[in-house]
Structures are given as structure tokens and as C-alpha cells.
């Protein structure tokens, strides 16, 4: 009954591996986004997608791309692994992109070796 | 865009008395405000949130403040417990924009 869920919940790789993290809400929303929180908890957008359209990229370095095959999932994938990207990866989802009540996923903390 | 201020990063009360967190924002334009509240090893819970046609929203323990005059918002959560301990984030953002931006957050400890 969760209502937003990543895999994995943890992930630990070596400098220059690709490494993806899925998405998935059960919520009907229309609208999902990626969030970087780094080791201050600082939490900060990196992307949003609606009804799978890009409408929010920030900037974020071209070797992270999402892909939403639908818009129940929105995954995050994520090239030539760097140590800086260590970080907590959080999912969330909104009823649309004028709806701003946001819902987080449990949250994949990566570890970049 | 929009700059979020938190103040104050650590805040330690005892058991059963009120605690306050207060945010500044700079965009006049935002009119969303949420608190989310982070435990440790979780992810952020949306825990109250007001939109800027009310100045007060209550659920609770907890009531959210608003003045767009001075461009702030306070949480404040009342005969706190153990479980309140946690890392409460404020956030804003502008009218049809859902782009968040977020405080940087505030350690909440709840001694017993």
C-alpha cells in the first residue's frame, strides 16, 4: 500500500560504473520529480517530469537522464559514476503541475566508491 | 528564483513544552508553503501546509503562521513529544510553479 517506492533502497558502486534507480507511485498522480539531498540534507529539485514530458531540468550534469516509460514510473539513470554524486536520490509525485501537495518515496542512498 | 531561509538549524525543547520554526522567502509571488517532516532513514512526509489566502492553518498539535507582509512562516508544534524529533524542512513556491524550493532544514530534538 506504499505509495511511492524506490529500488534499491541502497546502492554502493565504484567511480565510473552506470547505475539506474527506479520509480513507481500508485497515487494516480500525474507529475513526478527527482531530488538530490546531499550529505547537509539539503534537498534540491534535479528533475520533473508530467505525464511524461520533461517540464523541470535543472542543472544537473548530462550523464544523469530520467526516463518515465509512463506516468506511474519515472527512473533515473545515471552514467560514468562520480564520488560527488554520493547522495540520498528521493522520488516524489503531485496530482499535476498546478496541484503542489508532493509525496516522497523512502529515498536510495548512494554510495560512490 | 525563490531563496528559502530556516532559522534556527538545531532546536532542542523538553518534553511537553511548544516548539517553533521559523522561515523567510524572498519570491512575493509564492503562495504555497508546505512543512515536510523528515525521520531519520525516511523520506520527507508532508506534515501541514498553507496557501497564502489564510494567514493560520491548525491540525492538532501543529499550526502553520503566515504574513506575506514580512514574507515569513512559522511551524509550530505544541506539547511536543518523542516522536516529533525529526528534521522539519519548510518550502515555497510561486502560483502554477511546482517547482519547491526548500529551507535548509531544522533538527527538531524532543528531550523526555
Known amino acids: 500500500d506504499t505509495a511511492v517506492s524506490q529500488t534499491p533502497k541502497y546502492l554502493v558502486t565504484q567511480m565510473g560504473n552506470d547505475k539506474s534507480i527506479k520509480c513507481e507511485q500508485n497515487?494516480?498522480?500525474?507529475?513526478m520529480y527527482w531530488y538530490k539531498q546531499d550529505s547537509k540534507k539539503f534537498l534540491k529539485i534535479m528533475f520533473s517530469y508530467n505525464n511524461k514530458e520533461l517540464i523541470i531540468n535543472e542543472t544537473v550534469p548530462n550523464r544523469f537522464s530520467p526516463k518515465s516509460p509512463d506516468k506511474a514510473h519515472l527512473n533515473l539513470h545515471i552514467n560514468s559514476l562520480e564520488l560527488g554524486d554520493s547522495a540520498v536520490y528521493f522520488c516524489?509525485?503531485?496530482?499535476?503541475?498546478?496541484?503542489?501537495?508532493?509525496?516522497f518515496g523512502p529515498g536510495t542512498r548512494l554510495t560512490v566508491t | 528564483g525563490e531563496n528559502v531561509e530556516q532559522h534556527p538549524s538545531t532546536l532542542s525543547v523538553q518534553e511537553g513544552d511548544s516548539a517553533v520554526i521559523k522561515c523567510t522567502y524572498s519570491d512575493s509571488a509564492s503562495n504555497y508553503f508546505p512543512w515536510y517532516k523528515q525521520e531519520l532513514g525516511k523520506g520527507p512526509q508532508l506534515i501541514i501546509d498553507i496557501r497564502s489566502n489564510v494567514g493560520e492553518k491548525k491540525d492538532q498539535r501543529i499550526a502553520v503562521t503566515l504574513n506575506k507582509t514580512a514574507k515569513h512562516f512559522s511551524l509550530h508544534i505544541t506539547e511536543t513529544q518523542p516522536e516529533d524529533s525529526a528534521v522539519y524542512f519548510c518550502?515555497?513556491?510561486?502560483?502554477?510553479?511546482?517547482?519547491?524550493?526548500f529551507g535548509k532544514g531544522n533538527q527538531v530534538v524532543v528531550i523526555p
Open positions: 497515487l494516480g498522480h500525474d507529475t
Open positions: 516524489a509525485s503531485s496530482r499535476g503541475t498546478s496541484s503542489y501537495e508532493q509525496y
Open positions: 518550502a515555497a513556491t510561486p502560483y502554477g510553479n511546482n517547482r519547491l524550493a
